[in-house]
C-alpha cells in the first residue's frame, strides 16, 4: 500500500481517520490536496502492513481506493495513473491530439526585441510564447537576465499576441513574482534536483515544465517530478533537452528515446527542447522533426529576429522564416503519426 486516494466528498473527518490509522502503524502520511481530489502518499515501511489491514483503509468512509506502487515514484507512475495527464494552459491542450509549440528567444533582451518575436512567431503558428527573465548562466559575468522587467514585457507581448507565457524560476523567492506573471513555469535543467525549489513549484498553482538534468538519468527526473506532485501540484511537463555524453559534435545529446521510455512509465505529458538538444541551429529542425515521431506532445524552440546579437544561446536560435519553414514540416510528420500541429 502506498497511495490512498479519497473521494471526491470525503471529509476533514474521514481524511483524519484514515491517517490515524496509518500513523498507528508506525507510517507517516503525505496529504497532497490536489484540484480534483486528496491523495495520501504513505510514508514508511508499508511492507509490514497486513492484506487485512489493508483491506480495512479500502473500505474505510471517505477512500476512493488503495494503491501498491512498485516504481519509487508514486504519483508520477503509469502505474498510479493510466491514462494521459493533459494540462489546460488558458484555453490551450497540452498532451491533447494537437502538439503546440513554445517558441522565442532564449533571454527576454528589450520590450521591442520580444514583442517583434512573439509576433513572427505567433504568425507561424506558436501557441506559447517562451522567454527567460532570471538566466541561469555558467559565467557571474554573463547576461542574468531582466528580472521583473522581463517578466513585464512578457506580459505585454501576451496582451498583444494573446500567446500564454513560459518563464524559468530559479529561486524560491522569485515564486510569487513568476507566478503572478507567467502562465507556465519552468524548472531549468541546472535545477531539477533543487529540491527546495521543486517542492516550493509543488505548492503553485501553475503548471510546471521540468526539465531534465544535465546528466540526469530518467529514474532521477521521475524522481523530481514526484517531489513537486507530493506537495498538491499535480500539473507537471517534462522536457528532454539533451543530456551530457562524451559526444561533442553537438552541445548535448538529445535522448530522444527517453520520450517512448517516458510514455511508459509516466503519465505526464512529454515535451522536447531540441535548440538545447544539439545547440546548432541547422540540426534543430531535424531532430524536432524526430521528436514529433517519437511521440513528443510539445516541441520547445528558441528562435530571435537577429541571432547573431542575441545575449544568450544565438547560435542555436532559429530566424522566425526558418521557424516558420519547420512549423510547416512539421505538419505532415505529426498526421503520419496520427497527431496534429
Ligand atoms: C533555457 O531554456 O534557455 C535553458 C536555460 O534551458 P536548460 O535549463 O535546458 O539549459
Ligand atoms: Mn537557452
Redesign the pocket.
Known amino acids: 500500500m502506498d497511495i490512498i486516494v479519497l473521494k471526491r466528498d470525503a471529509t476533514e473527518e474521514e481524511m483524519r481517520h484514515v491517517v490515524k490509522k496509518l500513523e498507528s502503524r508506525g507510517l507517516k502520511a503525505n496529504i497532497s490536496a490536489g484540484t480534483e481530489r486528496t491523495i495520501i502518499g504513505v510514508i514508511g515501511d508499508t511492507s509490514k502492513v497486513t492484506e487485512e489491514e489493508e483491506d480495512a483503509i479500502r473500505a474505510a468512509s471517505g477512500v476512493e481506493n488503495v494503491v501498491r506502487i512498485l516504481k519509487p515514484y508514486k504519483l508520477a507512475s503509469r502505474e498510479f495513473k493510466i491514462e494521459n495527464t493533459q494540462i489546460q494552459v488558458r484555453g490551450i491542450l497540452i498532451g491533447g491530439k494537437k502538439i503546440p509549440v513554445m517558441a522565442g528567444p532564449?533571454a527576454v533582451e528589450n520590450k521591442t526585441v520580444l514583442t517583434a518575436i512573439a509576433e513572427k512567431v505567433k504568425a507561424a503558428g506558436a501557441a506559447f510564447l517562451r522567454g527567460?527573465a532570471y538566466?541561469?548562466r555558467t559565467s557571474p559575468y554573463s547576461f542574468q537576465g531582466l528580472g521583473e522587467e522581463g517578466l513585464e514585457y512578457l506580459a505585454a507581448a501576451r496582451e498583444k499576441t494573446g500567446l500564454p507565457i513560459v518563464t524559468?524560476i530559479m529561486d524560491p523567492r522569485d515564486l510569487d513574482v513568476i507566478v503572478k506573471y507567467s502562465d507556465i513555469i519552468?524548472i531549468?535543467?541546472?535545477n531539477m534536483q533543487n529540491f527546495r525549489l521543486l517542492l516550493e513549484v509543488g505548492s503553485a498553482h501553475k503548471p510546471v515544465l521540468l526539465?531534465r538534468g544535465l546528466s540526469s538519468t530518467i529514474k532521477e527526473w521521475l524522481m523530481s517530478a514526484e517531489y513537486i506532485m507530493s506537495r498538491g501540484n499535480h500539473e507537471v511537463m517534462l522536457c528532454e533537452?539533451g543530456i551530457r555524453t562524451f559526444e561533442t559534435a553537438t552541445r548535448n545529446t538529445l535522448d530522444l528515446s527517453a520520450v517512448p521510455v517516458l510514455k511508459q512509465l509516466t503519465h505526464l505529458p512529454v515535451v522536447v527542447?531540441p535548440s538545447?538538444g544539439v545547440g546548432k541551429r541547422d540540426l534543430i529542425a531535424p531532430m524536432a522533426k524526430a521528436a514529433v515521431a517519437a511521440g513528443a506532445d510539445a516541441l520547445i524552440i528558441?528562435v530571435h529576429t537577429n541571432p547573431e546579437e542575441a545575449m544568450s544561446?544565438g547560435e542555436q536560435s532559429l530566424k522566425p522564416e526558418h521557424f516558420e519553414k519547420l512549423m510547416a514540416e512539421l505538419k505532415p510528420v505529426a498526421a503520419a503519426v496520427g497527431r496534429e500541429i
Open positions: 532564449c527567460g538566466k541561469p524559468e519552468q531549468g535543467a541546472r526539465k533537452r527542447d538545447h528558441e544561446d
